[in-house]
């Protein structure tokens, strides 16, 4: 019996000191290699109900608005050019069928002639009217009790509206006032600069803030910058300029008045 106990116990330690059938290199290479999972039937439902909904949630190409397409088109252009300028959004007011209100008040435009006035009539009235004119059903004043719309050609009416904010931006921009800066000692060089740069101001419609710079003990010269004032008025009227001239004021250390052309 101690024989056969003492075999067993040397097997024991026999297999606990022999080397694994797998190399270690192997064992590495089996652990760093992925584990491809394969698809389960709820990851392939989940993925075809996003599939569906995506379907569901996106517009049909021929269910919007070419002119509401042409501008998304053009927002994405100008969002990829590198330092465009940002430009407002152009929001289009409801046209035809996405009017929704039963009950609308309706002029038909006529041109330079008085807009004829339907009153109140019903949306579908209003858009067959606009069918026969050949023209678009526009939204005015969404707001008002009933909502008051057109019958217009909005293409015409989109140019019309634009060209008048243009005129009212290039009107603002003509009543800026610019301004024109020298010593009443200047060089006859820089005085003929500023000359020609006030000319081209008043000729542009602008008006121009004419400022004489006094430092110091200079200020106590003030009347040889009320000289400059009229001589530089009449050298630009010699050059074309019909001038229009404010009070001459005082401000801190400068004398300034306003120049303008006459109307």
């Known amino acids: 019996m101690r024989q056969a106990g003492r075999s067993v116990l040397a097997m024991l330690a026999l297999l606990r000191s022999a080397r694994p059938l797998v190399p270690k290199q192997a064992?590495?290479?089996l652990a760093r290699r992925p584990v491809k999972k394969r698809p389960t039937i709820s990851m392939a439902l989940c993925a075809a109900a996003s599939r569906a909904s995506t379907l569901i949630h996106e517009p049909s190409r021929d269910?919007?608005?070419p002119r509401e397409r042409r501008c998304q088109r053009e927002s994405s252009h100008r969002r990829g050019r590198p330092g465009a300028q940002k430009r407002e959004q152009i929001v289009l007011p409801p046209l035809n069928e996405k009017i929704i209100q039963p009950l609308l008040r309706v002029?038909?435009?006529?041109?330079?002639a008085d807009d004829e006035v339907l009153g109140i009539i019903t949306r579908d009235e209003a858009l067959e009217r606009a069918r026969e004119e050949g023209v678009d059903l526009v939204m005015i004043a969404e707001k008002s009790d009933p909502p008051v719309?057109?019958?217009v050609d909005y293409g015409k009416l989109r140019y019309q509206k634009d060209k008048k904010k243009k005129e009212q931006a290039k009107k603002a921009k003509t009543n800026e006032i610019k301004e024109v800066k020298m010593s009443y000692k200047i060089g006859e060089g820089d005085y003929d600069v500023r000359k020609k740069r006030a000319d081209k101001?008043?000729?542009?419609?602008n008006r121009v803030k004419l400022s004489i710079q006094f430092r110091g003990r200079e200020q106590q010269h003030m009347s040889l910058g009320?000289?400059?004032?009229?001589r530089f008025?009449?050298?630009?009227?010699?050059a074309g300029a019909n001038i229009a001239k404010t009070k001459t004021i005082r401000e801190g250390?400068?004398?300034t008045t306003i120049l303008s052309q006459k109307s």
Do not use: H, Q, W
């Open 107 to 112: 002029v038909v435009d006529r041109g330079e």
């Open 201 to 205: 101001f008043i000729k542009n419609g």
């Open 63 to 65: 269910a919007v608005d």
């Open 27 to 29: 064992v590495r290479c």
């Open 253 to 255: 250390r400068d004398l």
């Open 149 to 151: 719309c057109k019958i």
């Open 233 to 238: 008025i009449d050298d630009l009227e010699e």
């Open 226 to 230: 009320d000289d400059l004032i009229a």
